[in-house]
């Protein structure tokens, strides 16, 4: 079984600052980390790090970050098919830490939108029925319709995290057999009961530190969260989303408690350190979390 994840790839490079600049202010920062980055790529190296057959797909551009991305994506267990743009600039994210611990992230997507609906719906063609395919929502709408409608027709399974949110998800729904998103998501989606009336199979529903919830049309399976220090909470809902779908595919079940178990414990695991991809389970963690 392969997990095919379509989307987005960046450079983060966080800065700490004092304090958050006015407009025509130049202020000193230091550089904390340079780390890889984006929600696909994020999700992609936790799926890979599970140790179930990945392939991730991402555009980016053609100059020295491109390449970048490429030799740090070449580091996890994960195949990587880049598709390297003419003219498009690889997407970077600027994290700005202020010593009162808020930050604010300024995210490029030039690279990610450029991603063709045919490039999309051809990276699945080695696709195969019982597959699954991953994908959130930076990538445009057409190559998010391409993906999704050629994985069906392959006879593989979906799974969609809508965020950042964006107007065209409406169209996706009944392409889609399950959900992930956190509580503000589903609010300004409607609710999960009007997800699930507009064709979604079943979602799971991500509540921070009180847990997350299992919906399906006629049950709800409620998981606590992992208790642990709170240390940086930046790419706890991709590590959940990848650990929940991959402990039940390693499993060869539907998504259950013990999935969501799993997946808490290791977004618990990103949650207790500083950093994203660099804060998820190592190979050796994540298969010490999928053996309980
Ligand atoms: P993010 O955007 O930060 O990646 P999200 O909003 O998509 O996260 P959350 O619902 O905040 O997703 O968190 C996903 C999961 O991570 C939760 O279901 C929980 O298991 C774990 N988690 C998040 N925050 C905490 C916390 N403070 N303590 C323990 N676990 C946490």
């Not at 390449?67 to 994506?73: D, G, K, S, T």
């Not at 939108?113 to 019982?130: F, K, Y």
């Amino acid at each position: 079984m392969k997990v095919f994840v379509i989307g987005n790839v960046a450079l983060d490079e966080t800065l700490s600052i004092e304090d958050f600049p006015r407009p025509g202010a130049s202020i000193f920062g230091a550089a904390l980390s340079r780390d890889l980055g984006g929600k696909g790529a994020n999700q992609a190296v936790a799926m890979g790090r599970t140790g179930l057959a990945c392939i991730f797909v991402s555009a980016v551009g053609q100059g020295p970050r491109g390449q970048e991305i490429a030799q740090r994506l070449a580091q996890e267990p994960l195949e990587a098919e880049l598709v390297a743009l003419e003219g498009v600039a690889t997407d970077i994210s600027i994290v700005l830490m202020s010593a009162r611990g808020e930050n604010a992230i300024i995210t490029t997507r030039e690279a990610a939108s450029a991603l063709t609906p045919e490039a999309a719906a051809a990276a699945l063609a080695r696709g195969q029925t019982g597959d699954l395919l991953v994908l959130q929502g930076n990538l445009s709408a057409a190559a998010t319709q391409a993906a999704l409608r050629a994985a069906r027709d392959a006879g593989m399974r979906t799974a969609f995290n809508p965020s950042p949110l964006q107007p065209y998800f409406g169209t996706l729904w009944p392409l889609v057999d399950t959900v992930f998103l956190n509580e503000g998501e589903a609010e300004a989606l409607g609710g999960v009961e009007s997800l699930l009336a507009q064709g979604v199979g079943e979602i799971v529903l991500t509540l921070g530190a009180q847990g997350a919830e299992l919906i399906r049309t006629t049950e709800r399976t409620r998981v606590p969260a992992h208790p642990c220090a709170v240390v940086d909470t930046t790419g706890a809902g991709d590590c959940f989303m990848a650990v929940a779908l991959a402990s039940a595919a390693l499993r060869g079940t539907r998504l259950d408690a013990r999935a969501l178990n799993h997946a808490a414990r290791a977004a618990a695991h990103t949650v207790g350190r500083a950093g994203t991809v660099a804060a998820f389970p190592n190979r050796a963690e994540m298969a010490a979390i999928l053996a309980t």
